[in-house]
């Protein structure tokens, strides 16, 4: 199956940041119910769910393959972390989930080491969120 193939089969992409302290973000994308869900875990309030507009589909569509997500959450299971990632001093953590149309799931997670490619997944999420993705 191509590159592209498994990008078009997502159905429910989330991704979560958290600091050791526990504060942080997590966002979920259900294309199939085109919703997006916030969850500021350092200000409940700013909490919410909204709809994902085709023009916010589209530039998930066209960019989420460029950031090379599922290739490094897959070498990252592997164990490949010097080829996918940059460990950092800052004992943040993230975790993404992905649920593909059909039902299977690929999850990914670390601590203290973050893809090479996370600027281009968290400006992607800023975008069509238009909340900021960055541990405090």
């Known amino acids: ?4 193939n498994r990008y078009d089969d997502i ?11 526990g504060g942080g973000y997590k966002v979920r994308y259900d294309f199939e119910k085109k919703l997006i869900n916030w969850n500021d875990g350092y ?8 709809s994902l507009t085709a ?10 393959p460029k950031t090379g997500m599922l290739e490094w959450m897959e070498g990252y299971n592997r164990g490949e972390l010097e080829k996918y990632g940059n460990p950092t001093a800052n004992p943040s953590s ?3 989930v992905v649920r593909f149309k059909d039902n299977s799931t690929l999850i990914s997670s ?17 975008e069509t969120t238009e909340c900021r993705f960055r541990l405090r």
């Open 110 to 126: 670390h601590t203290k080491n973050f893809p090479k490619d996370w600027n281009s997944l968290k400006s992607l999420i800023e």
């Open 94 to 96: 993230w975790k993404i």
């Open 1 to 4: 199956m191509g590159k592209k």
């Open 11 to 21: 159905s429910v992409l989330e991704v979560e940041i958290s600091s050791f302290s």
């Open 43 to 50: 200000m409940w309030n700013n909490n919410f769910m909204k």
């Open 55 to 64: 023009s916010k589909i589209e530039t998930i569509q066209e960019r989420l």
